[in-house]
């Protein structure tokens, strides 16, 4: 199993997917490697997204993860489906120990300093933050990461396909995601 740092490193770019019809899942999936994006976020927010998760990952090159998992259940049930890595918008310490113990890469969603140093002390240093531009935009990224040297960030959240390369010029950020990446497929 891979770490969620060699994932980042991977892909400067993630789709963020909310997808209702699993059998648009494959040709959706094939599209997007082929575009060059080969990790996919599926987000729980679809009653289809587990088959969804099956579906994709059926497709040769794609990394397909779950995104919106908000607790442990939903850890399980992404796994089951086949998640290889899971992102969750907050930092939760049930769901934190439990992706950790199962060994899978996560991406907790971090918002503030305090989050950061919640995840610190559970031994995570990669971090989504979300909801990026709400959250301060760059800005407010630069100053929170100041104090925290060996943490690095996917921004996730109002980003766009103009704003993507600022946030990726950033020294802390690994990678972006974002709905845009999708909107037109
Ligand atoms: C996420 O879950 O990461 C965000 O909802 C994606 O945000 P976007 O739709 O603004 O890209």
Redesign the pocket.
């Known amino acids: 199993m891979t770490t969620i740092d060699a994932l980042m490193r991977l892909s400067p770019v993630i789709p963020?997917l909310v997808i209702d019809d699993p059998a648009k899942a494959q040709p959706l999936a094939r599209a997007l490697v082929a575009r060059g994006h080969p990790v996919l976020?599926v987000?729980l927010r679809t009653a289809a997204a587990l088959e969804v998760i099956a579906e994709m990952a059926k497709v040769d090159g794609a990394i397909v993860g779950a995104?919106?998992v908000l607790n442990p259940r939903d850890l399980d049930a992404s796994l089951k489906a086949g998640a290889r890595f899971i992102?969750s918008?907050g930092l939760t310490e049930p769901l934190a120990r439990a992706a950790i113990a199962s060994g899978v890469p996560f991406l907790p969603g971090v918002a503030n300093a305090g989050d950061i140093m919640r995840g610190l002390d559970l031994g995570l240093d990669r971090f989504?933050f979300?909801?990026a531009?709400a959250a301060g935009g760059i800005p407010a990224l630069k100053a929170l990461a100041a104090p925290f040297a060996q943490c690095r960030f996917c921004p996730?959240?109002?980003?766009t396909e103009a704003t993507a390369p600022d946030w990726l010029a950033l020294d802390t950020v690994l990678c972006v995601?974002?709905?845009?990446v999708a909107a037109d497929l």
Do not use: Y
């Open positions: 963020v976020e987000t995104g919106t992102v918008p989504k979300f909801p531009v996730t959240g109002g980003l995601g974002g709905s845009w």
